[in-house]
């Protein structure tokens, strides 16, 4: 049975950072894509980060050069470092894997999820 723990949320003020852990059981993180995504209050869920079995990552326009998507394989956790917060980054995080082969920023292609882990920015 595979399960995925979400840990690292909090409140922040605007400019700070905060780094979010996943932390799987039951799956290796090495075998598909693995990603991370949010949802604010009244919004759809978005994709915020992928990552490749290869390496490979990829960010939308809103969190590039702000956030970083790795993970550590002996320790089963993958994680999302988040800088340079900003207010409109608050919502509930997911991280998300068992994703397909194409390994894009769309929530119908993973198959496991975390439970959420709520990130506030204030200004």
């Known amino acids: 049975q595979v399960q995925l723990v979400e840990s690292g949320g909090g409140s922040v003020e605007a400019g700070g950072s905060l780094k979010l852990s996943c932390r799987a059981s039951?799956?290796?993180?090495?075998?598909?894509?693995s990603a991370w995504f949010r949802q604010a209050p009244g919004k759809e869920r978005e994709g915020v980060a992928t990552?490749?079995?290869?390496?490979?990552?990829n960010y939308p326009y809103s969190v590039k050069g702000r956030f970083t998507i790795f993970k550590d394989n002996a320790k089963d956790t993958l994680y999302l470092q988040m800088n340079r917060l900003k207010p409109e980054d608050t919502a509930m995080y997911y991280c998300?894997?068992?994703?397909?082969?194409?390994?894009?920023?769309?929530?119908?292609?993973?198959?496991?999820w975390g439970q959420g882990t709520q990130v506030t920015v204030s200004s």
């Open positions: 998300a894997a068992g994703g397909s082969w194409a390994c894009r920023l769309r929530e119908e292609e993973y198959i496991y």
């Open positions: 990552l490749d079995r290869d390496g490979t990552t």
């Open positions: 039951g799956y290796r993180y090495s075998r598909h894509c």
